[in-house]
């Protein structure tokens, strides 16, 4: 879900940083372009194979076969990274990411959306549509996309006048583990320092969590291009150098920043704290965010008013989240709780599947009239923390769930701030704790409690194949060589026993706004259970599946004294003069 209206806030507030132009109008010169290329090939396989945003009455490619749909996959996804080479044009370095092995904590929502797709395209009897869950490494479509861009990368740098020949051309495969957009910017944070703040950097891509990401990368000269997704052919350049800037006093820091008592790059790690705690991709929003449709703004004007003009307590300190300051943030927000609850019961659903029984059932008429009803707040905490199997008479079971949603902040923060702490972390729960109780556990902690919250266990990426036995739905087992199968669909296998291919589940749209923040209630999978089932029959496959092996970038340069010859399913090229570099 990420930061509501984030974009729409950051245009509002910082004009003079958006730039808004139609296709052809002009062009922008940078000398490094990072491209967060997952959603570009999303785009790509919508439009060939004809579903979600892509879906049309005229469909060009109904009767191909499904090898010449894959490559024309391919051929629209590289001709889409051009297009963006054509707008923004590096003078130094491309850098192209797609997603690889991602962290557990991300591979829950991927799990969430493909038994959703699964379940879809049961119920619609469309055997034959495509699967998109061919799209997550590990799978042979990833594989041939991987051979399709190293060919179309080589070709591209010879061809003349594409402007390609002068730069480092990387690309960071779906064997490369970590998400495209962190990719990028671990490559950003790996240059010298005096490279990263004289140069200029451009990163392309449509998330909401790139803006993040760019002001987490505490440059100067970072911009973010992404296409206007209300006008076709229409795009936008945010300057996040001018945001950065002007942060401090959105969050009422001037004062400490004029006297260099904080660093814009702190005022950044406070924007970042302060949105991804009223929604990120990793972890369930607070029941009192449901309805708020500002709550970006609530969340600055609380910073702004725990700072008191910059002398009061901030969310962080030197790239690390301060016990008090998060604290105060915390305890501010907790006083409205149940008025923000209680005010969800006044609006009428827009579908009746949206409408919260827990909440309405505890809702006391008024006692008089031209009165509000008001919540009884202590038999709906119980009640919502039931859906959780969370006993609220047991203070333990309240706290430790109030303590995973803690570290599971921590972990996000840091993850986009520093870089990933770790890969087999997530949140363990389907709901988020009440804001009091959040509170109540953040001020009963002790100094070495809250730095507790940073111990993350030291781990390694994830094998192609167990992502693909943690996130497929059982008929997606195809995706996977057949010695898996039997591990997703057999009764006998262990994961199946577990319960962790359910044939049904139920979606939660209690208390939601919108189908898509429904919960999908599928059971945690246990990771050592999977390693444990995955392990012997890999040993037994010798590790012949090249798209099962952990990859690095490769950087491709041109080199007119080099001489080869140059063959792949996808092209051939006779005296070839570009070098590949593993990273």
């Not at 890969?423 to 704790?433: G, L, M, T």
């Amino acid at each position: 879900m990420g930061v509501p209206r984030l974009f729409p806030w950051l245009v509002s507030t910082f004009p003079k940083a958006v730039k808004r132009f139609q296709e052809g109008e002009t062009t922008v010169n940078v000398d490094n372009l990072y491209i967060d290329a997952p959603s570009l090939l999303h785009a790509a396989a919508q439009l060939v194979h004809n579903y979600g945003t892509g879906k049309r009455i005229l469909y060009p490619y109904k009767n191909w076969s499904a090898k010449a749909k894959q490559t024309q996959v391919c051929k629209v996804f590289f001709e889409s990274i051009v297009q963006v080479t054509n707008i923004v044009i590096p003078r130094k370095v491309l850098y192209i990411g797609i997603d690889g092995p991602a962290p557990f904590a991300k591979m829950i929502e991927s799990r969430s959306r493909r038994f959703i797709s699964a379940r879809n395209r049961e119920q619609t009897g469309d055997s034959e549509a495509f699967d998109s869950a061919s799209l997550t490494p590990g799978t042979l479509f990833m594989l041939e996309l991987t051979k399709y861009v190293h060919t179309a990368i080589r070709k591209k740098i010879m061809e003349s006048g594409s402007g390609w020949k002068d730069i480092n051309v990387y690309f960071s495969s779906p064997m490369v583990p970590g998400e495209g957009e962190h990719k990028c910017l671990t490559y950003i944070r790996k240059l010298p320092r005096y490279v990263s703040e004289n140069e200029s950097h451009c990163i392309y891509g449509p998330d909401g969590d790139l803006i993040m990401l760019a002001l987490a990368a505490h440059l100067p000269n970072v911009m973010l291009f992404r296409e206007d997704q209300y006008s076709l052919g229409y795009y936008h350049l945010l300057d996040m150098g001018l945001v950065r800037q002007g942060l401090p006093k959105v969050l009422g820091q001037l004062r400490s920043i004029d006297q260099e008592m904080r660093s814009l790059s702190e005022a950044s790690d406070d924007f970042i704290l302060a949105g991804f705690f009223v929604g990120n991709d990793f972890l369930p929003k607070i029941q009192m965010f449901m309805f708020l449709e500002d709550g970006l703004e609530l969340m600055l004007a609380t910073c702004t008013r725990i700072s008191n003009g910059g002398t009061g307590p901030a969310l962080t300190v030197k790239g690390r989240i301060s016990h008090e300051g998060f604290t105060r943030f915390v305890e501010e927000l907790a006083r409205r709780e149940i008025i923000y609850i209680a005010d969800q019961a006044r609006i009428p659903p827009l579908d009746p599947r949206f409408k919260n029984e827990t909440l309405l059932r505890h809702m006391v008429p008024p006692s008089s009239p031209g009165a509000k009803p008001t919540l009884n707040m202590g038999a709906y905490r119980a009640d919502y923390y039931a859906k959780s199997h969370v006993d609220v008479t047991s203070s333990d079971e309240v706290k430790n769930m109030c303590i995973d949603y803690l570290r599971s902040i921590v972990w996000v923060f840091r993850y986009y701030v520093h870089g990933l702490p770790s890969w087999r972390h997530h949140y363990n729960y389907h709901y988020a704790p009440l804001m009091g109780d959040l509170a109540q556990t953040l001020a009963r902690m002790s100094s070495d409690e809250f730095e507790d919250l940073y111990t993350f266990k030291q781990d390694s990426p994830f094998p192609q194949f167990v992502q693909l036995l943690l996130v497929l739905p059982p008929s997606s087992a195809g995706l996977l060589p057949k010695p898996f199968h039997k591990l997703l669909q057999n009764p006998e296998s262990p994961l199946v026993k577990n319960g962790y291919y359910p044939k049904t589940f139920k979606i939660d749209f209690e208390g939601k706004t919108k189908e898509h923040m429904g919960v999908t209630l599928l059971p945690y999978i246990n990771v050592d259970d999977v390693f444990d089932a995955y392990t012997p029959i890999n040993s037994k496959l010798k590790n012949t599946y090249v798209r099962n092996t952990i990859g690095r970038p490769e950087m491709f340069r041109y080199d007119p004294d080099y001489f080869a010859s140059y063959t792949s399913d996808y092209g051939n090229i006779d005296r070839m003069q570009v070098r590949k570099h593993i990273l």
